[in-house]
C-alpha cells in the first residue's frame, strides 16, 4: 500500500511507495479533499502521514474516509489551525470566520462508530500545536477510539527527530493492513 504524504517541504526517506503533492494552503480547508482523494487511487488502501498543515490534513482524511486511509501519523499537526484566522494568513481567505475554520479541523471530524484503524500523532509540548494534539487524544479518548499519541517527548529539532517514529508506524500499519482480509 503507499503513503500520501502531506509534508511541508521535507520528503521522508523511506521504503515505501510515497506520493508526495507540492504542499498547499488549501490543505487547511475541506475543499483540498477532492484533490488528495484523486491523487489516492480508490481502488487500494492508503496510508496518510504529514507535519504541521499537512499532518492535520492527513488525519482529517483519514478521520473522514478510513476505510481509504485506514493508517494515519502525524508530527506537530495543525489541529488547532482556528486559532490563526484573523491574523492575515492565508486562513483569513479560505474562511469567512474563525468558527468556519475550526469547524474544518480534525478534532470536529472524529466519528464514534468509525475511524482509521493505525493511528498515531505527536506534538512537542513546548511548540505550538502541543493544545491540539491534546484536544484531539481527549476526544479521542473519550470516545474510545485507538489511537496511539506522544504529547510528552520535547526538544530541539523535534519533528525531524519524530520522523524516523511515524515512518515506522505507517510501515508496520500498511504491514498489517495488507495480511487484513479486505
Known sequence: MPLLWLHDGTTPAADLDVIAP????????????PDLLAL??????????????????AVRLALRHPDRFPVAAA?????????LHGRGTALDDLFPTR??????TAVLHVDA?????????????????HRGADRLHEKLTAYG???TADLDTSGPGYAAKKLPELLAFVAAGLAREARRLA
Request: glycine share 10%.
Open 145 to 147: 477510539v485507538p489511537h
Open 75 to 83: 508530527v506537530d499537526a495543525a489541529f488547532d489551525f482556528h486559532d
Open 40 to 57: 489516492a487511487d480508490a481502488g487500494r488502501r492508503w496510508a496518510v502521514a504529514g507535519v504541521g498543515m499537512g499532518g492535520q490534513a
Open 113 to 129: 462508530c468509525r475511524w482509521p484503524p493505525h493511528l498515531w500523532f505527536a506534538a512537542d509540548p513546548a511548540g505550538p500545536w
Open 22 to 33: 507540492p504542499p498547499s494552503e488549501r490543505w487547511w480547508s475541506l475543499a483540498s479533499e
Open 99 to 104: 468558527e468556519r475554520a475550526r469547524q474544518a
